[in-house]
Structures are given as structure tokens and as C-alpha cells.
């Protein structure tokens, strides 16, 4: 059963920086993506960035550019989203997801139906 685990959200100030994990196991394709998405409160499921195992080929949403970023070790298996500037409006419940998707120049990459096996998600809260 594969397996996604997500964690280091947390409680943190407006301005602040977050880094989150996504640690994949059990998913053993030649290639694929890990996205992160989010959920605010009251609001709908959206994406932020995605990545490619093989190629680190990324992707991110207009709500990510500039100050998030989207990583890997794939020695560990594990994809990172490095979050700063960070603001009241991100918090959110964020979750990473694994697609077949390996290449990001079609249609828009960050559709969740596009994306199988979800993890349980890691709360972020940013204070004001």
C-alpha cells in the first residue's frame, strides 16, 4: 500500500518561514510527481507546486511563486516544501499527492484528479 506522510506544520507568525515533508513510500514507478496542495478553511482543495522524480521538473501555482519552493531527495524518498513570507491566507491544511504525471507542458499539472494516493495532511496555521 503506498503510503505518503506529511509533517512540519505548525503554528508560525506572518513573515515566517515553514519547510514541510512529504515522505513516499511503497510507490515504486520509474517516474512520477509528488504535488503539495492545500486546503483552506471554508475553501476548496488547491494545488501549489509539483515535482518529478527523475528530472526535478517543477511546477507552481500563482498563489506559490516567489515564495515557496518545491524540492527533493529522492535518496530519501521524501519531497519538500519550503514556505516563506508566509501570510495569515496561507493557513491551511496542506497535503502532498503522487501522479503518474511526468512532464508539466499540457494541460494545467495541479488538478488533484490528476493525483492517486494522498497523504493525511499537516496543519499550518499563520498568525497575524
Known amino acids: 500500500e503506498v503510503q505518503l506522510q506529511a509533517s512540519g506544520g505548525g503554528l508560525v507568525q506572518a513573515g515566517g518561514s515553514l519547510r514541510l515533508s512529504c515522505a513516499v513510500s511503497?510507490?515504486?514507478?520509474?517516474?512520477?510527481?509528488i504535488g503539495w496542495f492545500r486546503r483552506r478553511p471554508g475553501k476548496d482543495r488547491e494545488g501549489v507546486a509539483c515535482?518529478?522524480?527523475?528530472?526535478?521538473?517543477?511546477y507552481y501555482a500563482d498563489l506559490a511563486k516567489g515564495r515557496f519552493t518545491i524540492s527533493s531527495d529522492n535518496a530519501k524518498n521524501t519531497v519538500y516544501l519550503q514556505m516563506n513570507s508566509l501570510k495569515p491566507e496561507d493557513t491551511a491544511t496542506y497535503y502532498c499527492?503522487?501522479?503518474?504525471?511526468?512532464?508539466?507542458?499540457?494541460?494545467?499539472?495541479?488538478?488533484?484528479?490528476?493525483?492517486?494516493?494522498w497523504g493525511q495532511g499537516t496543519l499550518v496555521t499563520v498568525s497575524s
Open positions: 499527492a503522487t501522479s503518474r504525471l511526468t512532464y508539466y507542458g499540457g494541460s494545467y499539472p495541479l488538478f488533484d484528479y490528476k493525483y492517486d494516493y
Open positions: 511503497r510507490f515504486t514507478p520509474d517516474d512520477y510527481s
Open positions: 515535482i518529478t522524480k527523475n528530472e526535478g521538473r517543477t
